[in-house]
């Protein structure tokens, strides 16, 4: 089959990464504020994702971090601050087109398109990379096709990949949370993206699934490369996966470092984990 | 029983993504199309041919259009009937300046002013959504109409302000006018509208067909996955407004042969939403049995209803039609909201388990 | 050109100051009616989400059977309540057989369903009333008929119909008390949790077959307002419906959820299309007021959205 | 329905006068898709009852099932029954049950967007004729369990964070004064410290005020710390069920629902990839 | 089978129901009360079927093609949008039309529509004897000259019609025209218009309206207190209930007629002898007889009497289409005739020919008194002299736009 099943069989130790630190940094964040009216979403925040890395942000509900995947994916654009993607001081932009500069994401409150199928979810994700113009469309004929059938055998790689062959026809509206979920991840693996922003993605499933999404989160990270900002509430989830941690609390940043020390952190066990975890 | 698809192996990618992939289904339209072809021009009657088939077929495809918009892009339109409207208007004025242009071509073309007229008319959906929506296609509806009244330079100048349609031949045989025979203007339609299905279909299930329901489900998610909401609204109000506007040349063109501005009143485009929506928003099938249900039910009523035996006044049987009418697209929301094509659906999926109850 | 266009007309205003008035007052009366329509369509839409398309219809059939009773002998006020009664009836009914079995369901399904209503209703009314239209018996409710004509300075005069200073003092108190329904009560709350999230408001004790049969039954009471005001000022026939169609860009103005949007909706509505018409209109040939109003909300919506008073539309990932 | 049950004195458990017994139901959804396929349970009164299975096993269609919302989602409960208090509810309206006192909080939030945080609070009292000022406590009550609603009261809930939607939809269905709580998945997309605080919340309700809870979770370490009584589910049936000490200990639910193998906490990293899905029911 | 097919196009129902019900009535009782009086027509009876249209164009066309197959003699469609298009199709199909007083001007043509009848009088003829009554009042039509006219109308094909007439006549005596344009959605809404009109100050006002914009217009009249004496309807504007809406203020109202209004007519007498009392009518008492009632009755007449004269050209007497054109186009009623129908004084003598589908006859004007119509003037002709050159200019350009047109190809009746 196809390459990343047959990581799967690849031993543990054979990927030697280079510490995190050294890597070269994909997306930096400067002084970010946000507001919305009167509430404060987001207070002068900087920190910076590596390149490769998994990089968690965590906080209590509320604390704004779902406000700041929304800025960096150009949903919201910050009143104060500076985002630098690749070295460069990104303007103002649409979300289609941080999309298209190669930034996916999942969503806390799934946001699957209801109507359309596992599979028709998935290739959506590839609708950046398809090119044939209308005119083959209507034909659906030659290029289109060809194209149509290319995609079509990459979001089959990604099924696989997901475990969720039994689904592919199904609507996505009927199923149930956990395998949303696991669509929605697939939707934004199918974009390539070089950065891939997670949103809670294990949030109402048991242990086995976590485990189960822990296992694609790796293998994208580990396989593809592709670096990861993931915001998750299980703690056990948070440390044993990322590489960094940043603890947002009312919009500030209390914390940044790796998971040993954000943990030790007495801010952060004040702020959000109640007791050491 | 006899709809199972065990034994069907779909082998390869082309195969699954073909657009009937189950093979009773491929019987099934092949008997749909025979009988569309055959066995109706072989045994209906003039009134069944013109009253009921070509209507129906007029409909189906405005339906289709309306379900582009609606259904696949989630983009309310209340404008139906202007578009249709341009469609005719444009047809019309084509004909009377190329009177010797190809008949099809002519109706091919006037869809692409309507394209054109709804691209523009589509522009505020890009910041107004939902119901919201329906205004600035309300506004397209009143201002359109009244264009079709106020500039007579789109009637030629005619003192009754109607448009009335020349003979026209096609290949040699009348095309219309009066003394188009109603075979040939059915058959005419039932290729165009046949033939625009098919391409439609492909549109639906490609890339553009698959931006335009990402929109729909969900608009902002979409743009986070780079869909333009741009390229995607407008590409679907051109589409949709294309085949409305062949819908409305067809209707004057073939069906009614002669039409004023009130035609593509407002009333029209409500006609065509309510057939979507009781086929079925997102649903080409839907469409067909939604125009079947909504134009030929009411004419079955109007004609069964007298020779029931009881002798009721004419409006009698009027009243009773709309009142079953009503009563009946209440009836079958309340059975499948999702429209016929829905219950359709539901009706194959429990051949499929049968004998048993669910699966 | 250029001078028809945007000098002219205010001379005409200042030229012709009584006229003007008179225009205005029309412009007013005409929102306000505009207004009571949308009125109905707010109730329900505020309440349950649903874009009632039967409103039109309900006015009509309102003022029928009002009408109707009075001509087989019923006394006007007694022909009132009962008509009252009658909105009662079919808001349960409407309740029981289109509102709850499609809980729950997309917006668009039930405006469907409302559609269907609308169809039945027609039906329905031209059966039992037939279709010839009525005369609205508005002496025998006690509403003032005639009018009174206030001399301006030099020979100018301006019309005051009666019956459109009761229609505005009636709109007015209906905005006011619906208002304060919504707002300020334990019901009005339900409402509005109702529009939002059927499932949710039923999961939290709302009763949606209560609280639909109370809306439907303040919109027939709207209806029949609205069926005697406008049937006073034409007649009393099945070709109203069409007017529901004016109430459009008003909701969609005002904000679908907005009462007193609905009266600031109108109001802009009524004005701007009258002023429109008599001043600009006859540049183009006229009978510009059959779209004017949408264009108004179009251009009103391109700002904001949600209309003027609607709630936001919440867009959040 | 045959089913394992590991704790001797389950029976005695729920023989004591249960608040909530549902027997042997079936559901479908609309009319082809068979979802529950005989599902029974019993919460005690005054009992903590966790639910506990894997997605789409048919937890919330459970809950759903005993509030009667499933009607708005053109499921239906075609055998069995349902007794709430010894009567049966199952043709009731939800209104009706809430009345009763037995609420439910929806997966998924579900809160009024265009609302403001009180105001769906308030929404919560709907069914409650004690009076302004007893409502009013209990909004205060609401509020000193979860302050950061009370910082949030004057937002649109509909542009509030995920964990403060949940607080608020939880909060709500304690306005009503419940005798009994479905809570369907309360934990989803808390912060730790505020799953520990919402379990507090309902232990304090239940060991203060008495108020019955059936909740479905999938944080079953939290869920069957707190939780009397355990049932689990899979593919719509009930394989498992038993005290939630029997539960914690027994191996199976240590090792697909705890992730305690014999060696402890395993780490997320390692994994391993091959399919570990054994099922009580092939 | 021993019966004469006649579908009549009606409406009972929708926006135009107001107008279209007496009509309805008047049209049934007249051919139920030969059948029930007579048995009939030279002793046939009459199969009279009505075909609820809604006044509405598509469900015209069902209607006609629903009516087709059982042979009608003669169709007879109640709006001019659906005249028009029926014009085509049944000059294709050979089945005459009767657009009484309705419909395409120019098909009073009779060499180029054979098949298309509209006596007695074209819109063309109707305006003209509005501006001919007018100019009566103001002492001749040479003092048209600078006088105001207002033109209010329902903005379809209906209302549209007889504007090339008006600019004409503008033209001619050197009156001003305005037009007010009422779109059929805001028929019951017409304050803007009304307004125009208290702005522009018309010296008079003509109005084209059918259905629920009758009596609104002639309420918003009222409210403008438009001097009413000076406001003039067509045929089809005078309705009595048109007129009452606008009660004692709408006193002095006037439109065109060409018929009797009221009971003292024996033919009249018959009908409620005949039809009314014996319980075969839908008339509501009340307003039986009223002036679109009767008019209903004059069309049936012209029908009846078009199946009569068939019958006596072909000596056959079940008469199928074409003897009915035939019938139609030597219809001439004479005074002797309409005494026996007992129409005396009902009605004006009618002669149409080969040429001429229309008669341009004679019409005269009613007052509306504030509780039914009282004759206004005498029965006087309209400007037939103008209106024949515009007539045979429009039939012509009908002939250009609508090519291949086809010839002419039946022979005169009679010849
Ligand atoms: N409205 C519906 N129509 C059809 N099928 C449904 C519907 N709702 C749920 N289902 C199906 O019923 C099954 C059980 O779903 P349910 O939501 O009860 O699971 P769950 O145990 O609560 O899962 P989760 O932990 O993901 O919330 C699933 O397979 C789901 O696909
Ligand atoms: N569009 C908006 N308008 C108004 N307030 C907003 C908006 N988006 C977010 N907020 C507010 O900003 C704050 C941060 O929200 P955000 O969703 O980022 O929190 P979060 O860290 O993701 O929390 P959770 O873990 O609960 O999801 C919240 O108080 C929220 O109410
Ligand atoms: C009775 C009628 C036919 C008049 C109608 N207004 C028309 O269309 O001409
Ligand atoms: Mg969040
Ligand atoms: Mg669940």
Redesign the pocket.
């Known amino acids: 089959m196809s390459a990343v099943t047959a990581v799967r069989h690849l031993p543990e130790t054979a990927v030697e990464e280079p510490e995190a630190a050294e890597r070269e940094v994909l997306l930096r964040v400067d002084n970010v504020s946000l507001s919305?009216?009167g509430?404060k979403?987001i207070t002068d925040i900087s920190f910076d994702i590596r390149k490769g890395e998994i990089r968690a942000i965590i906080?209590p509900?509320?604390?704004?971090?779902?406000?700041?995947l929304n800025v960096i994916n150009g949903f919201y654009h910050p009143q104060e601050g500076t985002i630098t993607w690749r070295g460069q001081v990104r303007r103002k932009m649409r979300p289609y087109e941080a999309a298209s500069q190669g930034i996916a994401r999942t969503f806390?409150n799934v946001a699957l398109f209801k109507g359309m199928t596992t599979l028709d979810n998935i290739m959506s994700g590839r609708t950046l990379k398809m090119h044939r113009n209308f005119f083959w469309q209507v034909l659906h004929y030659g290029p289109a096709r060809n194209e149509e059938i290319e995609h079509r055998k990459k979001v089959e790689d990604i099924i696989d990949f997901l475990e969720i062959q039994a689904i592919r026809k199904t609507p996505v509206g009927k199923l149930p949370y956990g395998l949303q979920k696991r669509v929605e991840l697939g939707r934004a693996l199918a974009m390539e993206p070089d950065l891939l922003l997670l949103d809670?993605p294990m949030a109402g499933m048991n242990l086995e699934e976590k485990e189960d999404m822990s296992r694609f989160i790796l293998d994208v990270n580990q396989e593809f490369g592709t670096t990861i900002a993931l915001?998750e509430?299980d703690m056990g989830v948070v440390m044993d996966l990322s590489d960094r941690v940043v603890v947002?609390d009312y919009g500030r940043k209390i914390a940044d470092g790796v998971p040993a020390e954000v943990q030790a952190n007495q801010d952060v066990i004040d702020a959000y984990l109640g007791v050491a975890h | 029983m006899f709809y199972r698809e065990a034994g069907q192996f779909k082998t390869s990618y082309e195969a699954d993504q073909a657009l009937f992939p189950i093979r009773q289904d491929r019987i099934g339209l092949g008997i749909i199309l025979a009988i569309a072809f055959v066995v109706i021009p072989l045994t209906a009657n003039a009134f069944f041919l013109t009253s009921i088939m070509i209507p129906f077929l007029v409909f189906a495809l405005a339906t289709i259009g309306l379900n582009i918009l609606t259904g696949y892009a989630g983009q309310l339109s209340l404008g139906t009937g202007a578009f249709m409207g341009v469609g005719a208007y444009s047809a019309y004025k084509l004909t009377s300046i190329f009177p010797e242009a190809n008949l099809i071509l002519v109706i091919l073309l006037s869809g692409v002013f309507s394209a054109g007229i709804g691209v523009v008319f589509g522009l505020p959906s890009l910041r107004i959504k939902g119901l919201y929506l329906a205004v600035t296609t309300l506004a397209a509806q009143f201002f359109l109409e009244w264009c079709f009244i106020r500039i007579p330079w789109l009637y030629n100048y005619n003192a009754s302000g109607a448009i009335e349609v020349q003979q026209r031949e096609l290949f040699g045989v009348i095309a219309t006018g009066a003394a188009a025979t109603p075979l040939t203007r059915y058959f005419i339609v039932l290729s165009i509208v046949i033939a625009l299905t098919w391409l439609v279909s492909n549109v639906i299930r490609g890339r553009i067909g698959r931006q335009w329901m990402m929109i729909r489900d969900m608009d902002i998610a979409a743009e986070l996955i780079g869909v333009r909401p741009l390229t995607a609204k407008l590409s679907a109000f051109a589409v949709s407004s294309y085949l409305c506007g062949v819908a409305g040349a067809m209707m004057v063109f073939f069906w009614l042969g002669a039409a004023e501005p009130s035609a593509f009143a407002i009333s029209l485009s409500f006609q065509v939403l309510f057939m979507a929506i009781l086929g079925g928003l997102g649903s080409l099938t839907g469409c067909y049995m939604g125009a079947a249900f909504i134009w030929i039910l009411p004419v079955l009523l109007r004609v069964l209803l007298p020779s029931l035996g009881l002798s009721v006044a004419a409006e009698t049987v009027q009243h009773l039609t709309f009142m079953i009418v009503g009563a009946l697209i209440i009836f079958f929301l309340i059975t499948e909201p999702h429209g016929l094509a829905r219950l359709w659906r539901i009706g194959k999926e429990k051949l499929r388990v049968w004998p048993f109850p669910y699966g | 050109m250029v001078y028809d266009i945007i000098i002219d007309p205010f001379v005409q205003m200042v030229e012709q100051p009584d006229f003007l008035l008179q225009v205005l007052w029309e412009g007013f009366v005409s929102g306000i009616l505009y207004a009571l329509i949308a009125l109905g369509f707010v109730l329900i839409f505020k309440a349950s989400g649903v874009f009632n398309f039967a409103q039109g219809i309900m006015v009509v059939f309102a003022g029928l059977t009002l009408v109707g009773l009075h001509e087989n002998g019923v006394p006007a006020f007694l022909a009132l309540l009962l008509t009252i009664g009658v909105m009662g009836v079919l808001a349960y009914g409407v309740e029981r057989v289109v509102m709850r079995p499609l809980v729950n369901q997309p917006d668009i399904i039930l405006l469907m369903a409302t559609i269907g209503l609308t169809y039945f209703l027609i039906g329905f009314g031209e059966l039992v009333f037939g279709g010839e239209p009525k005369r609205m018996i508005a002496d025998e409710l006690w509403l003032p008929t005639g009018s009174t004509a206030i001399e301006m300075g030099d020979g100018g005069l301006v019309i005051l119909q009666h019956i459109d200073i009761a229609a505005a003092v009636i709109a007015m108190v209906m905005v006011a008390g619906l208002g304060v329904f919504f707002n300020k009560t334990r019901i009005g709350r339900a409402l509005r949790a109702v529009a939002d999230d059927h499932q949710a408001a039923l999961s939290v004790g709302i009763s949606l077959n209560q609280i639909w049969a109370i809306v439907w039954f303040a919109a027939g009471i709207v209806a029949l307002a609205t069926g005697i005001m406008w049937g006073a000022r034409s007649d009393v026939s099945f070709a109203l419906e069409i007017i529901a169609f004016k109430a459009l860009p008003v909701l969609i103005l005002g904000g679908f959820t907005s009462i007193p949007g609905a009266i600031i909706g109108g109001l802009i509505i009524g004005f701007g299309e009258k002023l429109g018409e008599i001043y600009w209109g006859p540049m183009v040939g006229g009978g510009i007021e059959s779209w004017l109003a949408y264009i108004i909300a179009l251009i009103f919506l391109l700002f904001r959205p949600q209309g003027l008073f609607g709630e936001r539309i919440i867009e959040?990932v | 329905m045959e089913h394992q049950a590991i704790s001797s004195d389950a029976t005695t458990a729920a023989a004591d006068a249960p608040i909530l017994k549902v027997n042997n139901i079936e559901v479908i959804y609309d009319h082809v898709i068979l979802v529950l396929k005989g599902v029974s349970l019993t919460v005690p009164k005054g009992g903590i009852v966790a639910l506990l299975g894997a997605n789409g096993a048919g937890k919330t269609t459970t809950l759903k099932a005993i509030s009667n919302l499933l009607g708005a989602e053109r499921g239906d409960v075609t055998k069995g029954n349902i007794t709430f208090e010894g009567e049966q509810v199952q043709d009731l309206s939800p209104n009706d049950l809430v009345r009763r006192g037995c609420i439910q909080v929806m997966e998924g939030r579900h809160c009024f967007g265009h609302l403001t945080i009180e105001e769906n609070l308030l929404t919560g009292a709907y069914t409650r004729r004690d009076g302004a000022s007893a409502i009013k406590a209990d909004l205060e009550m609401v509020y000193t369990y979860f302050p950061r609603l009370r910082e949030?009261r004057q937002?649109q809930a509909g542009?509030?964070?995920?964990?403060?939607q949940q607080m608020c939809a939880i909060g709500r269905a304690l306005m009503s004064r419940p005798k009994m709580i479905l809570l369907d998945e309360p934990s989803m997309?808390l912060?730790p410290q505020l799953v520990e605080e919402i379990f507090e919340i309902v232990k304090q309700l239940n060991e203060r005020e008495g108020v019955s809870f059936l909740l479905a979770e999938q944080n079953t370490n939290v869920a069957l710390k707190y939780a009397t009584y355990g049932y689990i589910v899979e593919s719509g049936r009930i394989v498992l069920d038993g005290d939630a000490k029997a539960l914690r200990d027994n191996e199976d639910v240590k090792e697909f629902y705890l992730g305690v193998g014999g060696e402890g906490r395993k780490s997320f990293r390692n994994v391993k990839h091959y399919k570990r899905r054994k099922r009580w029911l092939a | 089978e021993d019966s004469i097919y006649v579908p009549l196009f009606s409406y009972r129902t929708g926006p135009f129901a107001g107008s279209g019900i007496p009509i309805a009535n008047g049209m049934s009782d007249y051919l139920t009360m030969l059948n029930e009086r007579d048995g009939g027509i030279g002793g046939v009876k009459i199969v009279v079927e009505e075909c609820e249209t809604g006044y509405n164009t598509q469900k015209g066309v069902e209607c006609y093609e629903l009516v087709k197959p059982k042979n009608p003699v003669v169709l007879n469609p109640y709006s001019t949008g659906i005249t028009l298009q029926v014009i085509p199709k049944a000059s294709a199909d050979r089945i005459p039309v009767l657009s009484m007083a309705y419909g395409l001007s120019a098909a009073a043509e009779g060499k180029t529509f054979p098949w298309i009848f509209n006596p007695p009088a074209t819109y063309w003829d109707g305006a003209s004897a509005i501006v001919k009554d007018i100019a009566n009042r103001e002492g001749g039509l040479e003092n048209l000259k600078g006088k105001k006219i207002g033109y209010i109308f329902l903005d379809a094909g209906y209302g549209r019609e007889p504007i090339p007439l008006m600019e004409q006549l503008s033209k001619d005596y050197g009156f001003t025209l305005t037009q007010y344009p009422v779109p059929a959605t805001e028929m019951q809404n017409q304050s803007s218009q009304w307004l125009n009109v208290r702005r522009d100050r018309p010296d008079y006002m003509i109005m084209w309206g059918w259905g629920a914009m009758n009596p609104t217009a002639v309420k918003e009249a009222t409210k403008i207190r438009y001097p009413m004496d000076r406001f003039y309807g067509v045929w089809w504007s005078g309705g009595n209930d048109d007129a009452a809406a606008g009660g004692m203020d709408a006193k002095g109202y006037r439109t065109l007629n060409f018929h009797g209004v009221g009971t003292d007519f024996p033919v009249i007498s018959d009908i409620k002898k005949y039809v009314v009392d014996a319980g075969k009518s839908q008339v509501d008492p009340a307003k039986f007889a009223d002036n679109l009632y009767n008019r209903g009755v004059y069309n049936s007449m012209l029908i009846a009497e078009a199946i009569r004269r068939a019958q006596q050209l072909t000596g056959k007497k079940v008469v199928n289409a074409e003897d009915v054109r035939a019938g139609f186009e030597a219809l001439d009623i004479d005074a002797a005739r309409i005494a026996e129908m007992g129409m005396t004084d009902f009605m004006a003598p009618l002669k149409l020919s080969c040429e001429d589908h229309n008669g341009h006859n004679d019409v005269y004007v009613v007052e509306w008194d504030g509780t039914t119509w009282q004759r206004a003037t005498d029965w006087f002709s309209p400007m037939v002299d103008v209106v024949q050159p515009l007539l045979v200019a429009a039939a012509e350009e009908y002939v250009k736009t609508n090519a291949p047109w086809p010839e002419r190809d039946v022979p005169c009746a009679g010849e």
């Open positions: 919305f009216g509430v979403a906080g509900n509320g604390a704004g971090k779902t406000s700041m806390q809670e915001i509430h947002l | 959040r | 949030r937002s542009y509030t964070s995920g964990g403060e997309g912060a």
